[in-house]
């Protein structure tokens, strides 16, 4: 990746969790990223397919941090998933646009203006989920629990309490709710299959 496109998409990944699509300018994108506003215009037709890019930016990237993630490594698929939970309890932080989800963001503000925008953050939030789909199914069949869900709708459901958990933290100023939120999850998914015996 050349990089100028690379700086430019680190800037979209800051600048949108900031402030959101509409208030990041191509100025400010340019400013951000230290590039002329020739380098955005030779890589990037207009902001939208900007944002489009960045969106598969931030499924590469999020994708490549959380494949090397220590919660692989446990041998019981329910505690690979309770460490996923874990995981992401633990990338909340202080300043909520550090640890809140850019296709989130721009999901909320634009899913009903810009069409290829809106694909591309399903595209990547539901991706995301999908790695999460083999250990839950596999803690299904070891904990022997009755099929009245699929592991697609809990890997769903876990990134629609995420998503909701960083909305609250915005809402309320402060990161504690998405604390809790998250910690909710985690009890959520123990009651779901702790009191199963393992076959």
């Known amino acids: 990746m050349a990089p100028a496109r690379r700086k430019l998409l680190d800037a979209a990944l800051s600048l949108i969790r900031e402030q959101g699509y509409s208030a990041t300018t191509i100025d400010a994108l340019c400013a951000r990223a230290g590039v002329a506003k020739g380098s955005f215009f030779h890589h990037f037709p207009d902001k939208p397919a900007l944002a489009?890019?960045?969106?598969?930016?931030?499924?590469?990237i999020t994708g490549e941090l959380?494949?090397?993630a220590p919660y692989h490594a446990a041998a019981d698929p329910l505690d690979r998933l309770l460490g996923y939970i874990a995981f992401r309890r633990a990338l909340i932080a202080d300043e909520i646009a550090v640890f809140t989800c850019l296709v989130g963001t721009l999901a909320q503000?634009?899913?009903?203006?810009?069409?290829?925008?809106?694909?591309?953050c399903q595209a990547s939030i539901v991706g995301h989920a999908a790695t999460l789909e083999a250990d839950i199914a596999a803690t299904m069949q070891l904990y022997v629990v009755s099929p009245d869900f699929t592991p697609r709708g809990l890997a769903l459901h876990t990134q629609a309490v995420l998503q909701g958990a960083f909305i609250l933290a915005k809402a309320a100023g402060e990161p504690a709710v998405a604390i809790e939120s998250v910690d909710h999850l985690r009890r959520y998914v123990e009651l779901l299959?702790?009191?199963?015996?393992?076959?």
């Open 193 to 199: 299959f702790r009191n199963k015996e393992a076959a």
């Open 109 to 120: 503000e634009i899913y009903q203006t810009h069409p290829a925008i809106r694909d591309a």
């Open 66 to 68: 959380f494949a090397c």
């Open 52 to 60: 489009v890019a960045a969106a598969e930016h931030w499924s590469k």
